[in-house]
């Protein structure tokens, strides 16, 4: 064996040019059709079939594997797409990544290399240059030299093995058994970050007849649980959900290889007898490749629901006090962003609804001390089964503020544009709401101290009312409802303001309280019904 016959430069350049020929692809094929992508990926996903289809059409087209299923880590942490539509999508990107090992097998061994990637790396490289003011030419002079750059890296990588074959006698190489080259593929593929690269040298090595076929199974085998080290990396720091996405992506790539590999001589038999196995090694590895995907598959399909189930109980949901959804979603991904946001903020309506609710009731059974902190106290959350404060609101709101305006409006669709300016004047008057009632806190104690029954009977009246305006207000209705509501509202204010009158004209409650009812009953009125008028101007 003469090594110094292989030119290990010429194949380290051949293998970076051939990823950086993946990366241009990728970015190309997003700077032409990315929102399409997206939206593909949203609308698509409504059920397990669908799903792993989006997953294929995607990946093949896009070319990486990981940029949809990180997408789709995304989607799931904004709660756009399900954990069991998810799962679907990268069971999908299996089978398209599977779309660039039939490109090199049946196109970059078979034609005259480089007379393909030159004209593509000219055409294209001055296309970029002459062309860079119009996105979509732009884009298309990107797309030529990409495919230039991996076609050219592909080229030097088999060059460069091709003197040092000459010198090899397979029957000297020590043979470390299938799970070597399983191992080593795993590990190539989580440290380059591209299945697609791992594959493409095993192809070039089967070309040149460095490996044997079971050997080059192995390392595809390999390959396909190596790359989900991408998604389990994108789930780091996540919520629950997206690390069960990442964790059924490991687990299926796992079981599926085990399976391949365990049913390697019976695929390799069946491959063979249509394929020469002299002639065709390379293709007879992708044949391979998308035998066991395709297997896994359908193996796996019907059985999501059952594993989603187990999935949850591996990584049960901890409900924290944190806003989850945009805490883990990428503001990369701007429609994603918005939904997040919109999540987090129709939560956050949620508990800011029934905190009115806790403040504004007359609890009479309180000790002292707990009245004199009304606003510090804590109060339980119906929406998240926790417990809430007024500062605790008070962050969400900033927090929620503060994401929606890093969010590039440049790239979103008009409806996702009108949705975002919706959600900032939601949290400003949820936030505004809760300061006014924050700011009436001294009169509020006053009035549930009293000892006067008829002051406690009109506050308790106002914190009914308030319950039961808050109790429509929690689900979207018809623009008649708040038209109703309003006049309701009127009417209670006007009757608790009568009420007022009516005892002041017969001397039975204090002058003290007549300022503070008063000034009670016209903030709450006032708060409710800038609440109204903001849901009425979003129908």
Same mark, same amino acid.
């Given at each position: ?13 051949? !293998? ?6 993946? @990366? ?24 397990? +079939?669908?799903?792993?289809? %989006? ?19 995304? @989607?799931?942490?904004? $709660? &756009? ?6 799962? $679907? ?10 779309? %660039? ?21 000219? +055409?294209? $490289? ?50 470390? $058994?299938?799970?070597?080259?399983? !191992?080593?593929?795993? &590990? ?26 079971? /050997? ?70 992708? &044949? ?17 629901? *059952? ?23 990428? !503001? ?39 009245? %004199?902190?009304?606003?510090?106290? &804590? ?11 007024? =500062?605790?609101?008070?962050?969400? #709101? ?24 919706? *959600? ?12 006014? +009632? ?6 509020? /104690? ?15 009246? *106002?914190?009914?009312?308030?319950? /039961? #305006? ?22 209670? #204010?006007?009757?608790?303001? =009568?009420?007022? %009158? ?8 204090? =002058? ?28």
């Amino acid at each position: 064996m003469d090594w110094s016959a292989f030119d290990f430069w010429k194949f380290l350049a051949g !293998l970076g040019i051939f990823m950086f020929g993946m @990366f241009l692809l990728e970015e190309a094929i997003k700077q032409l059709s990315g929102k399409a992508f997206k939206s593909l990926i949203r609308r698509s996903t409504t059920g397990k +079939i669908k799903s792993v289809l %989006t997953g294929f059409f995607s990946t093949a087209v896009l070319q990486s594997s990981s940029a949809v299923s990180l997408m789709t880590l995304t @989607f799931v942490g904004a $709660g &756009i797409i399900s954990m069991q539509n998810a799962i $679907g999508v990268v069971l999908g990107t299996n089978l398209g990544t599977t779309i %660039t090992s039939w490109l090199v097998a049946t196109v970059g061994f078979k034609i005259n290399i480089e007379g393909m990637f030159l004209p593509l790396l000219g +055409i294209g $490289g001055l296309g970029l240059i002459f062309l860079s003011s119009s996105v979509r030419y732009s884009g298309i002079s990107k797309l030529l030299v990409g495919l230039g750059f991996l076609f050219m890296g592909l080229d030097y990588m088999k060059l460069s093995v091709e003197f040092f074959t000459a010198s090899i006698d397979l029957a000297t190489l020590p043979h470390y $058994g299938l799970w070597f080259y399983v !191992l080593l593929a795993i &590990i190539l593929t989580a440290i380059m970050q591209s299945s697609s690269a791992t594959i493409a040298i095993v192809l070039t090595a089967l070309h040149s007849g460095l490996m044997t076929f079971d /050997e080059g199974a192995a390392m595809v085998i390999g390959a396909n649980i190596g790359t989900t080290a991408t998604v389990m990396l994108g789930a780091v720091g996540g919520i629950n959900i997206k690390k069960q996405v990442a964790f059924s992506h490991l687990v299926f790539n796992f079981y599926s290889g085990i399976l391949a590999f365990l049913l390697l001589p019976i695929l390799t038999k069946l491959i063979f007898i249509f394929i020469d196995d002299s002639k065709n090694i390379v293709l007879g590895i992708t &044949i391979f490749h998308t035998m066991f995907n395709l297997i896994g598959v359908l193996l796996f399909l019907p059985f999501i629901p *059952i594993f989603v189930k187990w999935v949850a109980k591996v990584y049960p949901e901890k409900e924290t006090g944190h806003l989850n959804h945009i805490s883990s979603v990428s !503001l990369d991904l701007p429609e994603a962003a918005v939904a997040a946001a919109k999540q987090e903020t129709d939560m956050v309506y949620n508990e800011t609804l029934f905190w009115l609710n806790e403040v504004l009731k007359n609890n009479k059974t309180e000790t002292e001390t707990e009245k %004199t902190t009304i606003f510090r106290r &804590i109060i339980p959350s119906k929406s998240s089964g926790k417990q809430i404060t007024f =500062e605790d609101l008070q962050l969400k #709101y900033r927090t929620i503020l503060t994401f929606t305006a890093q969010i590039s409006s440049d790239g979103l669709e008009e409806v996702d544009k009108k949705m975002l300016n919706t *959600i900032i004047q939601k949290v400003m008057i949820l936030s505004q709401i809760t300061k006014t +009632i924050a700011g009436i806190a001294v009169d509020i /104690e006053e009035l549930e101290q009293t000892n006067n029954a008829n002051v406690s009977a009109v506050f308790s009246k *106002i914190g009914g009312n308030v319950k /039961e #305006y808050t109790a429509i207000l929690q689900k979207p209705c018809e623009n008649e409802v708040y038209i109703l509501l309003r006049e309701q509202l009127n009417h209670d #204010y006007k009757e608790i303001v =009568e009420k007022i %009158t009516y005892f002041i004209d017969n001397k039975l409650i204090k =002058e003290k309280h007549i300022s503070t009812l008063l000034i009670v009953n016209g903030i709450v009125a006032q708060s409710i019904r800038q609440l109204i008028r903001h849901l009425e101007d979003t129908i």
